[in-house]
């Protein structure tokens, strides 16, 4: 089923107009108190059809870091324009050292191909950031950018899924009960 879903939303995806999505759902992001409050923000380089983070590194009130694989974990790394270079899955990884305190984050922006209203996320199917989450401080908030078409009722998640706490579309905010 959710092998399904994630097909789905990865092809409607490619039909979507992302940039305008992208700038729309950034600019909803910036408005969250949460986003303002926060100093130490976990984000993702996007891929072709993700939603893009670019303009948050515009956002010099903010520490920026970003995720680089290392075997079946992430590192957390800070982000440095002049020290990136291609990774693993064709993604921009920083090649800074490695953070070890994680309760110095206060925000992780989190990537998706498709949300449910519970929180729960598709990925790709690999699993990285539900480990990560379950490394992070329970402060730290869980942020999911998605488009609207890309929000769905239920993706049946596994036992493993751990949820986002908020949920940033092109046209709504949602904050996740748990």
Known sequence: MKNNLRKIALAKRKSLDI????????????????????KNILTYYPLKYEVSTLACFNDADKNWFLPRVNGSMLDICPYNKQKMSLGAYKIMEPQTEKICDYSILDMAIIPAAAVDVQGYRIGYGKGYY???????????????LCPIELLFDSIYPDSYDEPVDIIVTENQILKTVK
């Not at 305008?20 to 926060?38: H, M, P, Q, W």
């Not at 989450?133 to 329970?138: A, D, E, G, I, V």
């Open 19 to 38: 940039s305008l999505l992208s700038e729309k759902i950034i600019k909803n992001l910036f408005s969250l108190d949460e986003y303002i409050n926060s």
């Open 130 to 144: 539900d480990r990560l989450f379950k490394q992070l401080p329970s402060k730290v908030i869980k942020v999911a």
